[in-house]
């Protein structure tokens, strides 16, 4: 199995930015993707980015040009470095790593962007 433990979420202006990380332990080797979801209250969770151990990274519109995924593999975390934030990114932000046999979730980390 795998387990994820995220950081770095917190409050922030708009047009301010933040960097979530997830920090991965356990079975890594049988991780295939990882990623960022969020889910704002009232809403269904959503994808906002995946970064796959083989292939290219993908972005929800509404996050593209302003968020980036990335991975340090010597770490096993993932980061999401969320720039030119804006009040509709305020949800709760789960790392994700999928997995041939289940998909590991992490606790969430609260982001809210207010002024």
């Known amino acids: 199995q795998v387990q994820l433990v995220e950081s770095g979420g917190g409050w922030v202006q708009p047009g301010g930015s933040l960097r979530l990380s997830c920090r991965a332990s356990?079975?890594?080797?049988?991780?295939?993707?990882l990623g960022w979801y969020r889910q704002a209250p009232g809403k269904q969770r959503e994808l906002v980015a995946v970064?796959?151990?083989?292939?290219?990274?993908n972005y929800a519109d509404s996050v593209k040009g302003r968020f980036a995924i990335s991975r340090d593999n010597a770490k096993n975390t993932v980061y999401l470095q969320m720039n030119s934030l804006k009040p509709e990114d305020t949800a709760v932000y789960y790392c994700?790593?999928?997995?041939?046999?289940?998909?590991?979730w992490g606790q969430g980390t609260q982001v809210t962007v207010s002024s």
């Open positions: 994700q790593a999928r997995t041939p046999s289940r998909d590991a």
């Open positions: 356990g079975n890594i080797f049988s991780i295939i993707a």
């Open positions: 970064i796959p151990t083989v292939g290219s990274t």
